[in-house]
């Protein structure tokens, strides 16, 4: 155990020079993920960075190597305990990962579970497009509906209820309207961003309007 946590002690303090060396292909920046303490809702991002991190710069460490680096960010709270369990069962081999993804996977069902599920469905429920693109309310919504147990229809029920209502009435007024939830994210984009332009046109429009009006005034007023 102790030589176990001396590694990880190592891992952390290294930071990710040590992993310079496996780096494969063009050396490219890429930020290391914030220190897990097992909150449930930070679990799914902290996967993610740990995930991007160990492809683009640990891909050739051997799988113990970068189980321990994911570990060496787990610290605090209730993590803990949990990572000081895994350590003794892999002290004595009652645990082994074939993978860093199948570790992965299980810190994810061990701090996540059925409620990172409901937490992610209750902020689909909520989210609105308000005044963002809808480029922007694409993006945060299917992040939200990622691991929010939403799929098919009731994801296409969810995306219509959040979008503005000229956008949605315009689509379900088509004469092919669409129908899975990747040509409502196509096509809904396409309407913001044309509607958008258009205004952006008409202001134009009116702004050379009032412009020219004023240089008229200035002409005539002068002696």
């Not at 909150?39 to 996967?47: A, D, I, P, S």
Request: proline share 3%; charged share 35%.
């Amino acid at each position: 155990m102790a030589a176990m946590q001396a590694q990880i002690q190592a891992l952390l303090a290294a930071g990710a020079g040590g992993e310079e060396r496996r780096t494969t292909g063009p050396k490219v920046e890429v930020a290391t993920p914030a220190i897990f303490n097992g909150e449930t809702g930070k679990v799914g991002g902290f996967v993610t960075a740990c995930r991007l991190y160990l492809r683009m710069k640990m891909r050739e460490a051997t799988v113990e190597e970068q189980v321990f680096w994911v570990l060496s960010h787990v610290q605090g709270g209730s993590a803990d305990v949990w990572k000081e369990n895994v350590l003794e069962e892999l002290e004595s081999g009652e645990m082994e990962y074939e993978t860093a993804e199948e570790f992965l996977m299980t810190l994810k069902k061990e701090f996540g579970g059925g409620e990172e599920e409901s937490v992610k469905a209750a902020e689909l429920r909520k989210l609105e497009q308000g005044g963002r693109t809808m480029e922007e309310f694409v993006q945060e919504f299917k992040r939200a509906a990622r691991e929010s147990g939403y799929e098919g229809r009731p994801l296409v029920e969810e995306f219509k209820r959040g979008m503005n209502g000229g956008i949605r009435r315009k689509l379900m007024e088509a004469e092919n309207p669409p129908t899975s939830i990747e040509n409502w994210y196509r096509r809904a984009t396409a309407l913001d961003r044309n509607w958008r332009e258009s205004r952006r046109e008409e202001e134009r429009l009116r702004k050379k309007e009032v412009g020219g009006g004023t240089q008229k005034q200035e002409r005539q007023s002068l002696p």
